[in-house]
């Protein structure tokens, strides 16, 4: 397991050109340097020269981060933002009590055991897997289900009802958490235990290996580079299958900060009969919700997710769609007392449709 000693070159190799400052959306707001990870660099710096210690002022802007990765995408030293600050948030809270709290709770004992009771609550609301089949022309998907579906398994219900109309035989493992709260949190020991698990059943035997969940997706791609790995609506719009609402809606879409390419929503709506895609202004900003950071950050992330309501309310949309559960939760804190269209995951809206019939 890394130290954040071994991350020394890339610490120093950061040039504080300032272009993290130009897309975080955290700055943006704020103005405060320590809120992109040239602020953060400098102090981190001072703890490797010994000048500085890790300090719980220190972990305050380590958590001043959302996490969404867009430091690193646009960092022309290609640092990898992200897992700087984890090593150093995890360097900091491993001793400490709360962090000892963390670890429990995250631990197999408590973590499954309470996926498991949400899981047996909603064993009858729950979708059988569809038949497997034997026919070897049929795709073959693998499916990584997510924490949130063990807590509410709408958007699974609603994939293994559009996936009745496929041609396709859906694969379904024991699955562990994808890790991300673990990260995220200063556990990195969970992380790579969950990770190992997981990999072993990713192994051979599928042609896609599909999610419902962005974080899922983007968790999964950090363990093993593949092409195959897809959000579900990816394989939706790749196939010849077309989506009749007899009802005109006009929709918009929230594009997750883990949703890496949604290079397939257009054409996916393009599926979609009767449907208008209205695009928001900054739709691929982050919604300010980002999981822990929301705790940690609250009058922040309710800043944020207000204006995140308001761009996607100023489309006049009908219907509000995204492909992260925590995005959903972000977006509803957004217009919290407030009236707002309909916001649901994207497969969720797929599965209202009235017909799915062979598309020209």
Do not use: W
Not at 152 to 166: D, F
Not at 216 to 235: G, M, T, V
Not at 308 to 327: E, M, Q, S
């Amino acid at each position: 397991m890394k130290k954040l000693s071994d991350f020394a070159d890339d610490i120093n190799k950061c040039s504080k050109c300032g272009k993290c400052q130009e897309v975080c959306p955290v700055y943006k707001l704020t103005g405060n340097d320590c809120a992109v990870s040239r602020g953060k660099f400098v102090m981190l710096q001072g703890v490797l020269k010994g000048e500085l210690k890790l300090s719980k002022t220190i972990e305050k802007y380590l958590d001043l981060c959302l996490k969404c990765g867009k430091c690193k995408d646009f960092c022309p030293s290609d640092i990898d933002v992200c897992e700087i600050f984890n090593t150093a948030k995890h360097e900091y809270v491993k001793d400490k009590f709360y962090g000892k709290i963390t670890r429990f709770l995250q631990s197999p004992k408590v973590f499954d055991k309470i996926l498991n009771i949400f899981r047996l609550l909603h064993k009858f609301t729950r979708c059988e897997i569809l038949k497997p089949v034997q026919d070897d022309g049929k795709v073959r998907l693998l499916y990584f289900k997510g924490c949130a579906n063990a807590l509410n398994p709408k958007s699974e219900n609603a994939m293994k009802k559009v996936l009745a109309h496929y041609d396709v035989e859906l694969i379904e493992k024991d699955f562990e958490c994808c890790g991300v709260p673990f990260l995220s949190s200063g556990n990195p020991e969970r992380y790579e235990e969950v990770k190992k698990h997981n990999l072993d059943l990713l192994k051979g035997g599928y042609d896609y290996v599909i999610t419902d969940c962005a974080s899922c997706e983007s968790a999964l791609k950090n363990y093993q580079s593949a092409e195959n790995i897809i959000n579900i609506c990816h394989f939706l719009a790749i196939q010849n299958k077309k989506f009749v609402f007899k009802k005109p809606l006009k929709v918009t879409f929230h594009k997750p900060c883990h949703l890496k390419s949604d290079a397939f929503l257009k054409p996916l709506f393009a599926k979609c009969e009767n449907i208008e895609y209205i695009e928001a202004k900054d739709y691929d900003e982050c919604c300010g919700f980002a999981g822990e950071f929301a705790l940690r950050n609250p009058k922040l992330s309710f800043q944020m997710t207000r204006q995140k309501a308001k761009n996607l309310a100023d489309t006049g949309a009908d219907v509000i769609l995204t492909a992260c559960p925590a995005c959903i939760i972000g977006i509803h804190q957004g217009f919290l007392g407030k009236k707002h269209p309909k916001i649901m995951n994207l497969i969720e809206f797929l599965a209202l449709a009235d017909e799915i019939i062979e598309g020209k």
